[in-house]
């Protein structure tokens, strides 16, 4: 079974990316996700929290960050706009474009603003460089998709991270029964409104938890050349 459920031709169930179409007036708006896995249900940390970093979410700065990328890699100035998108804990980033009869038009780039709290700088910005090779490539005419050669060699190219799984960790919430303080276990989505518990049938008191942790192998970043921007 794919990560997101969605099944690329001609690709890796496993590490396919997310393809969603949105009809309106005859024009789709088409998605192309970095995929990630939330971790659930798998190893929880023992004795340690989860490490969230503070981060910027300036969207001056991001752009800036992109636009500088861009100059360095394709000397060329992003013509779309990079934005925070505090929604999307499904995708570390994604490239947005519209196409309406033959005629197609870039939109945006979206970061994730949960899984940046989660990976350090570099993995982030390699993470932006995999979105802005989907951008060049689709202003350029060339193959655009991912897994495709001519894609995957551009990653190379610049050092960025190719259409491999990332793990991060995962919200939960702790549930505890208000009158004899029983475990009832942990659920990822939950409201307390609507429930009692089975021993007292008193209210249920939930308490946010996470579990997993950020897992990458780091193949690619080993020889990345974004090392470079960053000194």
């Known amino acids: ?44 940390l023992e004795g340690k929290a ?5 981060i910027d979410f300036d969207p001056e700065k991001l752009q800036a960050l992109a636009d500088k990328l861009s100059q360095h890699f394709w000397q060329d ?26 005629k197609r038009e870039p939109l945006k780039i ?21 979105e802005m090779c989907h951008y060049h490539l689709f202003i350029q005419n060339k193959p655009y998709q991912d897994h495709h050669p001519v894609f995957e060699q551009e990653l190379r190219r610049v050092g960025a991270i190719s259409t491999n799984t990332v793990k ?10 208000q009158h004899c ?12 409104d609507r429930y009692r518990s089975g021993c007292c049938q008193a209210p249920i008191q939930r308490e946010e938890d996470w579990m997993g942790s950020f897992q990458y192998d780091g193949r690619i970043l080993k020889n990345s050349k974004v090392r470079i921007i960053l000194s």
């Open 1 to 44: 079974m794919s990560v997101c459920g969605y099944t690329c031709p001609g690709s890796s169930p496993i590490l396919c990316e997310r393809w969603r179409g949105f009809e309106e007036e005859r024009i789709r708006t088409f998605v192309l996700y970095f995929p990630v896995i939330s971790v659930y249900n798998e190893e929880r």
């Open 50 to 54: 989860v490490e969230k970093r503070e």
């Open 77 to 102: 100035k992003l013509q779309i706009p990079v934005v925070w998108n505090g929604r999307l804990t499904r995708a570390m980033g994604r490239f947005v474009f519209r196409q309406q009869g033959k």
């Open 110 to 130: 979206e970061m994730s603003k949960y899984a940046a709290q989660f990976v350090d700088r570099e993995i982030f910005i390699a993470v932006l460089l995999h």
């Open 168 to 177: 991060l960790p995962t919200k939960v919430y702790k549930l505890t029964c």
């Open 181 to 192: 303080k029983k475990s009832l276990g942990m659920m990822k989505r939950f409201n307390p």
